[in-house]
């Protein structure tokens, strides 16, 4: 009996955490859109050495203004592209919205599934939870450097519940071999 409010508890972490994934994939992709659309306001939220030192209007002074102005352009379209892909995973786009579908989806199911009787469920859930808590907190740094305090927030929140995630599932695989059904 304790082994299902446990189990119902995971599955209740996997499908809110799916949730608010989405939740905070599609407000980074609407950030990143009003950033393009405002490049003022992109380049004042993520200064970057070669920006910062193309900024002062005597930079063209130098020895070679041209690699500067081009080093300038290359780092700031860089940023651009930073933000909408800004990790891979085997060549995978994690920002990519079928991606981030699928691993919404992959957690919707997995939340499901760990309600079954089996011990497999729990193993996959611990390990699910440890691989995308990892990247949450990976992304707790990203948007730290680029001050989005709502983002750091949401990625906080994910990398504490997939944590738990991981935690829950050993524990009740751990205890033994599930009653088959």
Request: glycine content about 8%; hydrophobic content about 50%; overall charge negative.
């Amino acid at each position: 009996m304790l082994r299902d409010r446990w189990r119902a508890l995971l599955a209740i972490l996997l499908i809110v955490a799916a949730g608010l994934f989405a939740v905070g994939a599609v407000l980074e992709r609407h950030e990143h859109r009003a950033a393009e659309s405002n490049p003022a306001a992109e380049a004042a939220q993520t200064p970057t050495s070669g920006e910062s030192a193309g900024e002062g209007g005597e930079s063209g002074e130098h020895q070679s203004p041209s690699p500067e102005a081009s080093g300038s352009e290359s780092t700031h379209s860089q940023s651009e592209t930073s933000d909408h892909s800004e990790l891979t995973f085997l060549g995978l786009d994690l920002e990519s919205p079928w991606v981030v579908g699928l691993a919404v989806a992959a957690s919707v199911a997995l939340g499901l599934v760990v309600l079954a009787p089996w011990t497999w469920p729990l193993w996959a859930a611990a390990a699910f939870g440890l691989f995308f808590g990892a990247l949450d907190i990976r992304e707790v740094a990203f948007q730290v450097d680029r001050s989005r305090a709502s983002l750091v927030t949401i990625a906080l929140v994910l990398a504490v519940m997939r944590f738990a995630v991981a935690a829950i599932a050993v524990a009740i695989a751990s205890r033994g071999r599930a009653v088959p059904a």
